[in-house]
Each structure stands twice: as structure tokens, then as C-alpha cells.
């Protein structure tokens, strides 16, 4: 079991500039979360998919913000024009849902550390 | 008012001792209750789940959920140094809602 992997794990970036997150989940799962975390917080949710769909998308997301899951594997997590304010860590999570009270348990990665300079 | 309330601590207790965490909670539609171990500067890792009211045991840890009071514990036996970390409480109230709603965690340091 290869958990949720993340990359880069750490990227510090200039103000304005793009930046781009990947995120592979559990292979066997069809469910893929992208949230934000920062210092003294919980995650605060972000968007999700289910296989290649994106089902929800917060509304405090900025369109800056944009993720992708082309395949229903793999996701990136693009942020454009970064701002220092987006400075956290981006938590990609997994999970197998299906249809239960048991089925819908959310694996997290070891996150993604974003610093804007 | 926060929906979930947690105190941030730190607790610190001596390696052995038993550890009570805890959070609140104000809506009474959540169901699903998890409990998330996180270390420094890494993702949370889930320890336990329960659904309802009632006690989960898994090895050292037993989860604890009070819907009348609205109150979930975490207990930890034994305490080992390994232990010390931020401890998240998550709900939601349903099994499809990945929206979880979160404590904002209680550092816990173990003295050896």
C-alpha cells in the first residue's frame, strides 16, 4: 500500500508566479479531495472529484484555483498569480466510496508546503 | 461560535499516563466522527471512525461519542513519547459529505 503521494512536498515561489501541485491517491480509489491547511487550523476543503469528475468546488476558491483529474487517476492543483496569502500546505486526500457508512473513510498525503516569497 | 470546538492545548502529561482528548460540537445532523493524528509538518492520519453514538476500541485508543451532550473523546492508554502530536477531531453528517467540518486540533506533548 503506497498511500496518497505528493509532489513537490515543499515549493517556494515569487508573488504572481504559478505554481503547480500533483497529487496521486490510492490506486484502488475512486474519490480524490484537494484542501488547504494552515498553522493552528483543520483542512479547509477545497474541491473533489469522483473518477474524472470534479463534483464540488468551494466557494471561498479563488479562480486562481483551478485542479484537473484527466484520467480518474491522478490530479494537479494549479495555482495561478500566486499571492502570499496562499501560502499553506495543500493536502491531497483518497478515498473508496461506496455508498456506505464504511465506504467513505479519507486518507490524506503528506501535504504539499507552499511558500510565497 | 465555531461548530466544532476543540482547546489547542498543549496538554502535557508523563510518558504513561492515560489521555483524555475532546472536542464539541453544535449540530446535532452529524453522524460520522473521526479522530486524525497529525504530525509536524505532515497530512493527518486517521486513527479512528464511528458512526453514532457508542465507544470504538482499537489498541490503545478508544473513541468515545455522547450525540445527546454533543461531545466526542479521544482517550489514549499508555502514553508513549511516539504519541505527541496534534490531535484533529472531523464530522460530518453524512457518509457521502467530504465536506468534513474540523476542531482545530490539540497538541499533545508526552514527557518521557
Known amino acids: 500500500d503506497t498511500g496518497v503521494s505528493q509532489n513537490p512536498r515543499h515549493k517556494i515561489t515569487k508573488r504572481g508566479q504559478n505554481v503547480t501541485f500533483r497529487c496521486d491517491p490510492i490506486s484502488e480509489h475512486n474519490r480524490l479531495y484537494w484542501y488547504r491547511q494552515t498553522l493552528g487550523q483543520g483542512p479547509e476543503f477545497l474541491t473533489y472529484?469522483?473518477?474524472?469528475?470534479?463534483?464540488?468546488k468551494s466557494r471561498l476558491l479563488s479562480d486562481r484555483f483551478s485542479a484537473e483529474r484527466p484520467k480518474g487517476s491522478f490530479s494537479t492543483l494549479e495555482i495561478q498569480r500566486t499571492e502570499q496569502g496562499d501560502s499553506a500546505m495543500y493536502l491531497c486526500?483518497?478515498?473508496?466510496?461506496?455508498?456506505?457508512?464504511?465506504?467513505?473513510?479519507?486518507?490524506f498525503g503528506e501535504g504539499s508546503w507552499l511558500t510565497v516569497v | 461560535q465555531k461548530e466544532v470546538e476543540q482547546d489547542p492545548g498543549p496538554l502535557s502529561v508523563p510518558e504513561g499516563a492515560i489521555v483524555s482528548l475532546n472536542c464539541t460540537y453544535s449540530n446535532s445532523a452529524f453522524q460520522y466522527f473521526m479522530w486524525y493524528r497529525q504530525y509536524s509538518r505532515k497530512g493527518p492520519e486517521l486513527l479512528m471512525y464511528t458512526y453514532s453514538s457508542g465507544n470504538k476500541e482499537d489498541g490503545r485508543f478508544t473513541a468515545q461519542v455522547d450525540k445527546s451532550s454533543k461531545y466526542i473523546s479521544l482517550f489514549i492508554r499508555d502514553s508513549q513519547p511516539s504519541d505527541s502530536a496534534t490531535y484533529l477531531c472531523?464530522?460530518?453528517?453524512?457518509?457521502?459529505?467530504?465536506?468534513?467540518?474540523w476542531g482545530a486540533g490539540t497538541k499533545l506533548i508526552i514527557k518521557p
Open positions: 486526500a483518497s478515498s473508496l466510496f461506496v455508498g456506505s457508512y464504511s465506504g467513505n473513510t479519507i486518507y
Open positions: 472531523a464530522m460530518s453528517g453524512g457518509y457521502s459529505n467530504y465536506q468534513l467540518i
Open positions: 472529484f469522483q473518477n474524472e469528475a470534479q463534483l464540488e
